[in-house]
């Protein structure tokens, strides 16, 4: 077997897990490297923060998705540090190494607060289950917090979230749906619904990669739930108490949220190609790197042209480069990336949405019914379907939230 | 509303949250006090360290159980610091406090290493959702090591339990399962089956409160399984390569897990009353603290003849207390406490387990479907039972667990 291609992948999110599940009938070695056990279904994990679903609804063992694979020989959990195009090795933590024939590299993207380093101490942005447990954390706490001490309950109780892309959006609404919901009737000293939920963006529209009226749909659907919604307005400080905003105003808060932008993978760094101002690599048409027509970079961390950062681009990416490399090894010529758009929707709370499907656009229950189905039918393993689907149902039902706890003490690692 | 008596409840697990829902139609006003928001099912808490349920699954929000019971006039999270018996007032940590003419204590216990302190940093025990996690972490991680390091794989995959009461033993089981079935196929280098999991225990049998011939057949039962147990043999060291019992046999383990013994919450040594060696405070009949009749201990933390620290027997006093807190309103005589024994149930996994019902004993795929429903039966909250029993339903048809990513990177705060 010595002869048979050496196919290195690194991150298995959706591009890179689709490369591999792409690959199976093709004639080559596959090892993945990850730093984390498991695919993380990224699109729900506002879902964990905002304390409705659990960490291993969304996540699910690489090892179990490639289980029946027999082509994919390694699945090696480290971080890489190193990549050497010339050697065609990488290198791990660890200090080993490994040789590839052909590399994809889809380490994705993380939150970016645009060289202002010092938010991220206030201002946590939402990129991993760690993430998503501090968030729920820090808002359960508050209402917890205020209800020993009322008297700071204004300040405790104001939520400011920052961006207000599909993520900002999504956290705003089911913020407010929390104190307006799951928690009637439970405290005594504070009135939860009386929390003010703040989304600050810098764009005049919410959702601005939308389509106009689509925007402002989304703005009277979060209004009419309760979310105070400022456009047009950049954060000029965030500390311990709260955010000033660029024309002055001050919000006096415990819990702002970070969720304005992203900047991409550092991996991106390591190949010493061509990056655009956020980190992405400028990739060719082909997906692969200039001058490496071996080496694909796929995702978030790829640059090219009217290709959105979005799960669907991601999977169909990672799908399009397994193609590449059989074509590769039957002699045949490779085809361009073309991103097939399938349309966007975000929700925005209980039977609230957009949607967006080219032609046809819609609103309200159907488009945050449609966003349901969508994400339940792409979550990997039966059970966590099927877990979501009912922890869904009993939501809708009961207005409650499966996951309210607070956890998360630190442990000796 | 000032005549109302004042009852103040410390700890909301089973003792405690069974006495505040029995106080449900009696003329008092109720405080609960916390350390953390949710009710605990602890009897499931290994399922969540051995990656079969989440957290939430078998945590349930405080607040949400009395959302429906007007008396419980407060729920407070925090850290009792003080008790003043005579003032009749307990401090929290925040410097505030609550005012009480009945008091009841229930914080329960934790695990204790007998001395041997230093044995922690090396031997995690299981008290806390945060111990499952970082268990849970610990468990999943030496699998991924070894697929790294199959040099190492002995030692990185020999597990000791130490301490073979329920606890040990359904560790021990469920670690056996996680090597056997659910990562088949899954590694490359290493074969999880190879895994050996060693149970310690100090007494001449397992289970060591169960009848001898239930503690054969649990023995037997773990043995069909593949644990290796040894009984009669106590601990000497454990450090960071393994365990050396005091007969000087040595087991190179990088994972050590404690389930050897439990200590009382430090919170008795603050009622200034009698303990027993383990910390436990000695009741009166009536479970009232000896010259304090308006202060009842209550579970693991009261000491009482021949009353076990088990789940039942802390519920019932719980609702005992309340019935004596209505007695004393009423002006009737209290009764002594009586602890009903409805039997034993133990289980050591996949269709295995011992049951104990005084003249009925029974084990194997019986005891272990008791053990089940019984505990489906005492989960709280509809979507809590639902989801456990689709979780193992799933389990039990796919030989997977549900849960298992490796999580908990410590973050700030």
Not at 162 to 175: L, N, Y
Not at 210 to 218: F, H, I, N, R, V
Request: net charge neutral; proline share 5%; hydrophobic share 45%.
């Amino acid at each position: 077997m010595p002869n048979r291609s050496q196919v290195v992948i690194i991150g298995a999110g959706f591009a890179g897990l689709n490369a591999a599940k792409s690959l199976k009938n093709v004639d080559v070695d596959v090892t993945i490297v990850d730093r984390r056990n498991f695919h993380l279904f990224q699109p729900l994990l506002y879902q964990v923060a905002s304390a409705a679903l659990n960490p291993s609804d969304i996540a699910y063992p690489i090892r179990s998705v490639f289980r029946g694979q027999a082509n994919v020989r390694q699945i090696l959990l480290g971080d890489v540090v190193g990549i050497d195009l010339e050697q065609r090795k990488i290198s791990l933590n660890d200090g080993s190494r490994v040789s590839f024939d052909y590399l994809i590299v889809a380490t994705g993207a993380t939150h970016s607060y645009f060289g202002n380093e010092q938010f991220e101490e206030h201002a946590p942005g939402l990129k991993t289950i760690e993430d998503a447990l501090y968030i729920r954390r820090r808002i359960l706490s508050v209402f917890e917090k205020a209800e020993k001490n009322p008297e700071a309950a204004e300040e405790l109780l104001t939520f400011v979230v920052v961006g207000a892309g599909p993520t900002g959006v999504e956290m705003a609404g089911a913020i407010t749906e929390i104190a307006i919901h799951s928690m009637e009737h439970e405290f005594k000293n504070i009135d939860p619904k009386s929390a003010r939920v703040i989304l600050v963006e810098g764009a005049p529209y919410v959702l601005p990669v939308y389509p106009e009226s689509l925007s402002e749909k989304a703005k009277a659907q979060l209004e009419s739930l309760g979310v105070e919604v400022i456009t047009d307005s950049l954060v000029e400080v965030i500390d311990d108490t709260g955010v000033t905003l660029k024309d002055g105003t001050r919000i006096e808060s415990e819990t702002v949220l970070w969720a304005a932008g992203v900047k991409a993978s550092p991996l991106g760094q390591a190949l010493g190609v061509e990056l655009d101002k956020t980190g992405r690599v400028i990739v060719e048409d082909d997906l692969s790197v200039p001058g490496h027509r071996n080496v694909f970079v796929l995702g978030d961390l790829a640059k090219l042209d009217d290709v959105p950062g979005v799960a669907p681009a991601a999977m169909q990416m990672g799908r399009h480069a397994a193609k590449l490399i059989r074509s590769d090894l039957n002699g045949k010529p490779r085809k361009p990336f073309r991103y097939k758009d399938k349309g966007s929707l975000a929700t925005i709370g209980r039977a609230r949405g957009v949607a967006d499907f080219g032609t046809i656009k819609f609103s309200g229950f159907l488009a945050w019914f449609s966003w349901l189905a969508i994400h339940i039918w792409y979550l990997i393993g039966f059970r966590n379907k099927l877990v979501v689907l009912i922890s869904w149902a009993w939501a809708y039902i009961s207005f409650r939230r499966g996951a309210r706890i607070i956890t998360g003490q630190p442990r000796p690692d």
